[in-house]
């Protein structure tokens, strides 16, 4: 098979460049694009010219904008659209898992100091707080006792806009350490336990923080199957928590690193990637 892929993205990484050489070596021809310099929207748009497109944007806006009109335009995007936007808002995609059964960290929406006061209130300490659109573990801040809450909050409102400043109370789940499942299609194809490193207590894989590969536990697979079945098939990494023995997810991350887990686990991810690309396009 041959064809032509767009790797979107802000900035060719580690990831992407795993990417265009396994696609290389698959018989398809795979490129780099800025997402910054598309200007999407016209009839003789850049991206016309591929036959798939692999949205790999970290920005938290800009893939499922880029996907919208990719997937209008007749092009085979992954992820679809539809995902990327349910995994770009933390809260559409806790409100989504939740209502399918799927078991979510508790959380608290914060969109004002009265709503912060009572999600301490509610949660107690220590917590954490996330923005609703993010990723990549910045901005998310453990508060571990009341008397510097208020101080942390002043950080939020002076953010200067309600989409910066809409965020997510939780309770402390992880105590240093997360699991991330690579999910293409929808098969789990590698999993690893993070754990922070240092003195930053986050486990984020991003972070490249300590990790450990782990063997397949049914009752992870399965709460898997149940994410996909809410966003759809796609390429994921899905983060979980082990709360009292049972898992939670935490997020869902529609352009995943995969380094991390790539070295953990010894897993050729971008060949399984570019396999699934293949399959889309046949």
Partial sequence: MTGRVAVVADRIGWEERRLIEAAAGQG?????????????????APLHRFDAVLVRSRSYTRGGLVATLTEAAG?????????IRTCENKLDLRTALRHAGVPVADFRLVLSRKDY???ITELGTPFV???????????VTLVRSADVAQSVYDYVEDLGHGFEQASLAEPYLAAGTSIRCFVVGRQVVATAEF????????????LGNRRTALD???????IVDDVIDVIGPGIYGIDLFRVGGEHVVN???????????????GTDVPAIVVEYVKEVLA
Wanted: some cysteine; charged content about 25%; overall charge negative.
């Fill in 216 to 222: 397949t536990d049914p009752a992870v697979t399965k």
């Fill in 129 to 139: 707080l996330k923005p609703i659109f993010g990723g990549m573990g910045k901005r």
């Fill in 75 to 83: 092009i085979p995007t992954l992820n679809t659209a539809s995902a």
């Fill in 195 to 206: 754990a922070s490193a240092g003195e930053d207590w986050r486990s984020n894989a991003a």
């Fill in 117 to 119: 006061r009572r999600a």
């Fill in 251 to 265: 997020e869902v991350n529609h352009a995943p690193a995969f380094r991390g887990v790539t070295e953990a686990t």
């Fill in 28 to 44: 398809l021809t795979a490129e780099w694009v800025n997402d910054e310099s598309l200007c999407l929207g016209g009839q003789d």
